[in-house]
């Protein structure tokens, strides 16, 4: 059976590599970002034969995430598989954070990804298969200095995913939360603008300042995050759900 699956920030970074790995695997798949002409060229790097779907749109917008999902269902008459990404709030401190600040980095990423799991659930419980995957951060479960309301975000999201794995366990339908590290993308490289703008320092101590907190040594690359997806995503991780798993080069510190 042919799975179809939807992406969110398919444009560029992690959700960019997440859609190639599904096409690559024979998926069918819906890519979704806010910039058409993106969405064209990755829909033209895919697996030949494998169809791609895009959907150009702001996922903010209550009735665009309607219409996703209807267009989904109504197009191929099923949705087995939810990558929720979308890109967290500006860095700040809490003393520069206003209370409308807080409601809108909610807004952000939380709102959406809890309704569209609420609008794909039904679909992927009749069909009694689904896997839920919702792209968030370390700082969700461990602060990190600048990054209030990111942490705030991820941490509500982790919470619900844990909550709605329970709920969902008894339909074959998973829900699962990745946690990127430090991974070289477009919001890599504004992280290391803003440490090097904040702590007076040329970009290159910048850089060597984010890697020599990697046991590793390195960043990781948006492709090494899609395999982990693509796992989540497929019929083989049927009995793993509930979980945070981090990709980060052995970075987070706590459990």
């Known amino acids: 059976m ?18 190639l790995h599904l096409s690559s695997k024979g ?23 494998q ?5 150009p749109g702001d996922i903010t917008s209550r009735s665009f995430r309607d219409e996703l999902t209807n267009d989904v269902e109504r197009r191929f008459g099923r949705i087995d598989v939810l990558i929720n990404n979308a890109p967290g709030p500006a860095p700040g401190s809490f003393d520069s ?19 569209l799991i609420k609008s794909v659930a039904p679909v992927m419980i009749r ?42 366990a008894k339909h074959n339908v998973t829900v699962n939360c990745v946690h990127p590290g430090t991974i070289r993308t477009q919001r890599y490289d504004r992280a290391v603008d803003h440490m090097s703008l904040a702590g ?29 997806v693509g796992f989540l995503a497929s019929d083989a991780s049927s009995y793993l759900t509930g979980q945070q798993i981090s990709v980060d080069g052995g970075q987070l510190t706590c459990m």
Do not use: W
Not at 2 to 19: F, M, N, P
């Open 97 to 115: 954070v206003g209370i409308d600040d807080v409601s809108s980095a909610m807004d952000q990423k939380l709102v959406p990804y809890l309704d």
């Open 200 to 228: 007076g320092m040329s970009r290159k101590e910048a850089e060597d300042c984010l890697r020599g907190a990697i046991p590793m040594g390195r960043p990781g690359d948006a492709d090494e995050v899609a395999a982990l």
């Open 2 to 19: 042919t799975r179809v699956a939807i992406v969110l920030g398919a444009s560029r970074g992690i959700g960019r590599a997440t859609a």
């Open 27 to 49: 998926y069918v798949t819906v890519l979704c970002a806010r910039s058409a002409e993106a969405l064209k060229e990755i829909a033209g790097g895919s697996a030949d034969g």
């Open 127 to 168: 069909n009694q298969f689904g896997r839920i995957v919702n792209i968030v951060g370390n700082v969700g479960k461990e602060p990190a200095p600048g990054m209030f309301l990111s942490g705030l975000v991820n941490a509500a999201v982790s919470n619900a995913s844990k909550y709605l794995a329970s709920q969902y």
């Open 51 to 55: 169809p791609v779907h895009i959907l």
